[in-house]
């Protein structure tokens, strides 16, 4: 459970449960435990659970700044609360397909902005943002050009540019 919510925190009980394949009851036999280590902490519209050290430890460091392409396999986007990640039924629609290519997510000062594909053509990355109507007009275009190509090299390839499309 400790685990769980060092990796995914913050989390709900339910939120643990849906995560693990067990009843809410049992959940919560598995979160009680735990109480006297966690916090309580609230995102946007949002409250969660989360250990104390975590949230110590969080709480020294700013909110992330700047822009980051995040994969659409990262750990993060991953966890079973997603209300701390995308508000609204249509972001999460867009975010987390029952089936189907699942976009990246591009943060912008730690908040999602739009998504994102990739494709490879020779030694070249080629990246797709997709404009969602969210705040991305705050993005400058060398900041996207530079995480790109930090993409790109992480990939072992030179980069090939972004170009951008409204959804």
Known sequence: ?????????????????????????????????????LVEVAWDNASGWMLEQDAMTLGHHPIPDGLRLLGPNDPWIQQDDRSF??????????????????????????????????????????VTIEDMGLPLTRVSVDELDEEVARLALAHGLRSGGFSLTQI
């Open 1 to 37: 459970m400790a685990r769980y919510l060092h990796c995914y925190g913050p989390a709900t009980e339910e939120g643990f449960a849906r995560w693990a394949g067990v009843g809410l009851p049992q959940a919560r036999r598995m979160w009680e435990p735990l109480l006297e280590r």
């Open 85 to 126: 990640i995308v508000q609204g039924k249509q972001l999460y629609k867009y975010f987390y397909k029952a089936n189907g290519v699942i976009p990246g997510m591009v943060l912008y000062d730690g908040q999602c902005v739009a998504g994102w594909f990739q494709r490879r053509q020779g030694n070249k990355l080629y």
